[in-house]
Nanobody, 129 residues
Framework: DVQLQASGGGLVQAGGSLRLSCATSGFSFDDSAIGWFRHSPGKEREGISCINNSDGTTYYADSVKGRFTISRDNAKNTVYLQMDSLKPEDTAVYYC??????????????????????WGQGTQVTVSS
C-alpha cells in the first residue's frame, strides 16, 4: 500500500521555525517528486515546494522562497520541509503529495495538485502573531 505520513506541525510564534516530515512507502521514491501543499480556510490550496527525488532539484513558490527549504533522505524515503521565519499567513494545513513519475516537474507544473498521484493526511501549522 502507498503511504505518505506528514508530521511535524504545531503552534509557533511568528519568526519561529518548524520542520515537517513526509515519510513515504509503497512506490519508487527515487523516481518520484514530492510536493508540499497548504490549505487554509477561504483560500485555494497552494503548492509551495517540490523536490525531484531523482536529482534533488528543488522548486519553491514565491510566497515561501528564501524562508522554506525542502530536502530529502533517499535512504529513509522521507522528504522534509524546513520552515523558518514563519508568518501568521503561513497558518494552514500542510500536505505532502507524491508524483510517482515526476511528470509535474517535467511539465513545469509541479505546483498543480492534479500532477500528484498520492496524498498524505495533512498536518496543522499555526503561527501566532
Amino acid at each position: 500500500d502507498v503511504q505518505l505520513q506528514a508530521s511535524g506541525g504545531g503552534l509557533v510564534q511568528a519568526g519561529g521555525s518548524l520542520r515537517l516530515s513526509c515519510a513515504t512507502s509503497g512506490f519508487s521514491f527515487d523516481d518520484s517528486a514530492i510536493g508540499w501543499f497548504r490549505h487554509s480556510p477561504g483560500k485555494e490550496r497552494e503548492g509551495i515546494s517540490c523536490i525531484n527525488n531523482s536529482d534533488g532539484t528543488t522548486y519553491y513558490a514565491d510566497s515561501v522562497k528564501g524562508r522554506f527549504t525542502i530536502s530529502r533522505d533517499n535512504a529513509k524515503n522521507t522528504v522534509y520541509l524546513q520552515m523558518d521565519s514563519l508568518k501568521p499567513e503561513d497558518t494552514a494545513v500542510y500536505y505532502c503529495a507524491a508524483d510517482r513519475r515526476s511528470v509535474g516537474v517535467i511539465l513545469g507544473k509541479w505546483m498543480k495538485s492534479t500532477m500528484y498521484d498520492y496524498w498524505g493526511q495533512g498536518t496543522q501549522v499555526t503561527v501566532s502573531s
